[in-house]
C-alpha cells in the first residue's frame, strides 16, 4: 500500500493491474498517469481488437477503466462483472440503462463506479451548482440555463456533465421540471441546455442565472484532459476490493449540507 496526497485528500492505495477498454485521448491520458502511479496496464482494447480480446485476458486485471462509447459502454460493463473484474466507466450518452446495469452489477457481486465527469473542480463546482440553486429558487425574477462548449469529437450532446448539472438544479429549485436540450424553443418549466462544439476545447461548463438588471454565473473550464484522467485512476484506486455501486461523492467524501 502506497500512500498519495492529492488535492486535499490523503488515502491508502496498492499497486494494480489495469485493462484499458478504450484507447482515444482519454485512454491515452490515462495510460500516462497511471504508469507515473506505479500501475500496470495489462491490456489495452479498442475498435480494431476488441472482437479478439478474451476473458482470460481481461481476468488479469485487477480494475477495468472504461472510456469508450455508449454503442459498446453497457456490454464492457457486463464483461467485467461476468468475469469479476471491477469496472470505472466515464462513458455518457447511455444512462436510460442505469437500472440494467446496476441490476446486473448487483446481481454478479461486481463492482461499479461510474461519473460523468472525473475532475476534482468539476465535482466540487456539481455542489456549487446545487448550493446556488436551492438559493436561487425564492427569486422567481431570475432565469437559469446551462452552457457547454466542448471538442468537435466529442458524439453526445448535451454531455454527460451538463445533464448533472441540470439535474442538480431539478432538484433543488421548483421552478423546473425537466431539461431540454436548446433547439430553438424552450417551454415553461423547462431548463435549457446550450451545447457546443467548438475545435479541440477540452470541456467548459455554466450555470447562469439571468435577470433584466443582471446575472450570476458559476464557470468551470479545464485545462486538459489530465484532471480527468487523474480522477479515473483515483476511482480505480478507491474501487479496489469493493463490491456495489458508487460514485464521486464517495471518492470525494463530498456531501450537500441543508
Known sequence: MLPLRVSGIFYLFRIMKIALL????????????????GHEIVLIVDETNRASCTDEQLKQADVAIEFTTPA?????????????VPVVSGTTGWLERWSEVTELCNETGGAFFYASNYSIGVNIFFHLNRWLAKTMAGFDNYKVFVEETHHVHKLDAPSGTAI????????????????????????AGELPIKAKREGEVPGIHAVT????VDEIQIYHSAFS?????????M?????????GVYGMDDLLELKVKN
Open 164 to 187: 448533472t448539472l441540470a439535474e442538480g438544479i431539478l432538484e433543488e429549485h421548483p421552478k423546473y421540471s425537466s431539461w431540454k436540450l436548446d433547439e430553438g424553443e424552450v417551454k
Open 72 to 84: 459498446v459502454a453497457v456490454d464492457d460493463y457486463g464483461w467485467c462483472f461476468r468475469n469479476g
Open 225 to 233: 484532459r489530465d484532471g480527468f484522467a487523474q480522477g479515473a485512476v
Open 209 to 212: 442565472y439571468k435577470s433584466e
Open 235 to 243: 476511482a480505480a484506486e478507491f474501487l479496489a476490493g469493493k463490491k
Open 22 to 37: 478504450g484507447y482515444g485521448r482519454m485512454g491515452k491520458a490515462i495510460e500516462r498517469l497511471a504508469r507515473e502511479r
